[in-house]
């Protein structure tokens, strides 16, 4: 069984850099034709798609966030991360991150970490 | 913004069927059809439906998707109290690039 777990400060800064991991346990993160997605929610909001990465290093960001957006992948560490800039208010949520493929589409996901932007 | 369109609320009787619907376009739903999560308050979303319309395993046979042009729909048969919960579609646009997820439906259990 796959299972991801977020991590990372809880309370950051505005402007500064918003970064978390996920550590997939139970499969490595090279097997099989995945990619490994960070999602956010608002309180009370819908679901946001961040961006993706393939343990190739390829990403796709979503439109809205790539000027602000890294994703990165340490298959040695079976863990990927999310490094997001000039974070404001409107940028705190819970922060998801979650396996996709092709055929499973977004199967597994993270039990998410809260993260807020505040002084 | 939410890039699919889902109506904010549903209610439904004990026992009864809703059908819950996700409208986008065909750079999305109409190319590659709409997975379906389930998410209740406090925990994270759950994979319901996969974009072909099967089911993960241990998914319940009440829950059932079909797609006409460009909008989805999630049929949960049988209505249980533990089907009251926020309901989000999600496709893959190709003209983006990106994952696009409706705003989600509140479904309501009377």
């Known amino acids: 069984q796959v299972q991801l777990q977020e991590s990372g400060p809880g309370l950051v800064k505005p402007s500064q850099t918003l970064s978390l991991t996920c550590t997939v346990s139970?499969?490595?993160?090279?097997?099989?034709?995945?990619?490994w997605n960070w999602i956010r929610q608002p309180a009370g909001k819908g679901l946001e798609w961040i961006g993706r990465?393939?343990?190739?290093?390829?990403?796709n960001y979503n439109p809205s966030l790539k000027s602000r957006v890294t994703i990165s992948v340490d298959t040695s560490k079976n863990q990927f991360s999310l490094n997001l800039t000039s974070v404001t208010a409107a940028d705190t949520a819970v922060f998801y991150c979650?396996?996709?493929?092709?055929?499973?589409?977004?199967?597994?996901w993270g039990q998410g970490t809260l993260v807020t932007v505040s002084s | 913004q939410a890039g699919l369109t889902q109506p904010p609320s549903v209610s439904k009787g004990l026992r009864q069927t809703a059908t819950l619907t996700c409208t986008g376009n065909?750079?999305?739903?109409?190319?590659?059809?709409a997975a379906w999560l389930q998410q209740h308050q406090g925990h994270p979303p759950k994979l319901l439906c996969y974009?072909?319309?099967n089911r993960p395993s241990g998914i319940s046979e009440r829950f059932s998707t079909s797609r006409s042009g460009n909008t989805a729909s999630l049929t949960i048969t049988g209505l249980q109290p533990e089907d009251e919960a926020d309901y989000y579609c999600?496709?893959?646009?190709?003209?983006?690039?990106?994952?696009?997820f409706g705003g989600g439906t509140k479904l309501t259990v009377l």
């Open positions: 065909s750079d999305n739903v109409g190319n590659q059809g």
């Open positions: 979650a396996r996709g493929s092709r055929s499973s589409d977004l199967d597994y």
């Open positions: 990465i393939y343990t190739s290093g390829s990403t």
């Open positions: 139970g499969a490595s993160i090279t097997s099989g034709s995945y990619y």
């Open positions: 999600s496709a893959w646009d190709n003209s983006l690039s990106a994952w696009v």
């Open positions: 974009r072909n319309n």
